[in-house]
């Protein structure tokens, strides 16, 4: 039986398949990087979305990784998790 690694490698071994799952990255550390902080805050996504004054599907969608939130949503974001957000610009790898 393949483990979702294996599928994963195989489908990666694909140039064009990696080269799309490389262009997403920026999008999922975004996401992942919420979901982090909101779970270091104890808080549900219901109770985000409470304190931003939206909804939890809404919360949910920002987590997803599948379109990157805004650099005001994401400091709103921060805001409710009783944090800030920081920017910063790093030199690519090479």
Do not use: H, W
């Amino acid at each position: 039986m393949k483990t979702l690694n294996d599928i994963k490698a195989e489908l990666l071994a694909d140039p064009a398949t990696r080269a799309a799952y490389d262009a997403l990255a920026p999008e999922f550390e975004t996401a992942r990087e919420l979901v982090a902080a909101r779970a270091r805050a104890g808080l549900t996504q219901q109770q985000v979305a409470e304190r931003m004054g939206t909804t939890q599907s809404t919360i949910a969608r920002m987590e997803s990784g599948r379109r990157p939130p805004s650099l005001r949503t994401v400091q709103r974001y921060a805001q409710a998790l009783g944090c800030r957000a920081v920017v910063r610009i790093e030199r690519a790898p090479a």
